[in-house]
């Protein structure tokens, strides 16, 4: 029986919902013949009971395409995932030291402004007097480094660690620091993952009070690695009203809670552009997220208006939130929001 074989009809098993299969997000720990019978042991970290039930299933049909492959036994070890704010928060304690608070801000698809969202959110819980990181996750379209207008080569220290670049009180760290501005990020996955842990646990964060995770659009191999090594205390769903985007943006709560991260709400971002005489025009549609939140039973955090402002101020270097939130009805709804965030983080068990 070649247990190379074997690996490779494994390795067509994808991990449920997700594109990546179960050999290499390395969930096969064992397989060994015994007295001519095939023994595949496995480990998984989830509290979702379907994830197991649909991997062993698809793994015994895959298996069942083997010659002579007889009954396989598999065997599936189920390791009860963290609760993110648990008592491993609790403590203090993260899965990348000195970090008291990971937040993942997501979306389902691109352009619904999710890295003007991550940059402002940073920005406004720094205000509240906290110590803010933020991780720009997203390897082929970076662009904090723009957003903050640096564009600082980070160092290392004397430990190889990666020293970020800081930028209006914020710890940053993107592939926009790495690359010239024209040169494109050409990875497959595999080293796009390794590049996304090194930011992540390679990156001399020092002591923060949140570190803020600007993931990739949409629910790809990096944010699933992420999500299942990083212990993630809540993610920020960002959408726009119309309903293509909030389609997408199920898919992107669907995704977190089968690895158990809790969703801390959505953002409805384009909610309504105001003309200079005061009327409001609903460019993407009227009342999407609010309507979204209800359904999912998850908190509407804020609703951000279209305003050239916001543009204007994240093509500068100099996010929106900077501004005084009494001149800026986007400012102030991030204000907002990391104010409702830091209360309900803080009061996480």
Request: charged share 20%; net charge negative.
């Amino acid at each position: 029986m070649n247990i190379d074989l074997v690996k490779q009809a494994l390795g067509t098993v994808k991990y449920p919902g997700f594109s990546r299969d179960i050999v290499s997000f390395g969930l096969i720990k064992e397989v060994v013949v015994e007295d001519g019978t095939l023994h595949v042991r496995m480990e998984i970290q989830t509290r979702d009971p379907e994830v197991p039930q649909q991997i062993f299933k698809a793994s015994h049909a895959a298996l069942a395409e083997l010659p002579d492959i007889g009954t396989p036994k598999i065997e599936i070890n189920i390791k009860d995932a963290p609760a993110a704010g648990g008592e491993q928060a609790a403590s203090g304690k993260s899965s990348i030291p000195g970090v008291k608070k990971i937040i993942a801000v997501a979306s389902g698809k691109g352009g619904v402004g999710k890295s003007t969202v991550a940059s402002n959110l940073a920005i406004a819980l720094s205000k509240t007097g906290a110590r803010v990181g933020l991780c720009d996750c997203d390897l082929y379209g970076p662009s904090i480094s723009m957003m903050f207008g640096s564009h600082d080569r980070p160092m290392a220290n004397e430990h190889d660690e990666i020293i970020p670049v800081e930028a209006h009180g914020i710890l940053l760290m993107s592939m926009g620091f790495l690359l010239e501005e024209r040169s494109p990020v050409i990875v497959r996955g595999p080293m796009a993952t390794r590049y996304t842990q090194q930011f992540l646990r390679q990156v001399a964060w020092g002591e923060l009070d949140y570190l803020v995770l600007d993931l990739p659009p949409g629910t790809g191999d990096i944010q699933l690695t992420i999500v299942q090594t990083v212990a993630v205390d809540g993610a920020i769903i960002v959408t726009t009203p119309q309903e293509i985007a909030l389609i997408d943006a199920r898919k992107a709560v669907s995704m977190f809670a089968k690895v158990n991260v809790p969703i801390l709400g959505l953002i409805e971002n384009m909610a309504w552009f105001e003309c200079e005489h005061g009327t409001r025009y609903h460019l993407f549609g009227e009342g999407g997220g609010t309507r979204e939140a209800e359904t999912l039973n998850v908190p509407l955090l804020a609703r951000i208006p279209i305003e050239p402002p916001v543009r204007e101020a994240g093509d500068s270097g100099k996010p929106i939130a900077l501004t005084d939130p009494s001149a800026s009805t986007a400012s102030a709804a991030f204000h907002d929001c990391a104010a409702t965030l830091s209360a309900t983080l803080a009061t996480a068990r």
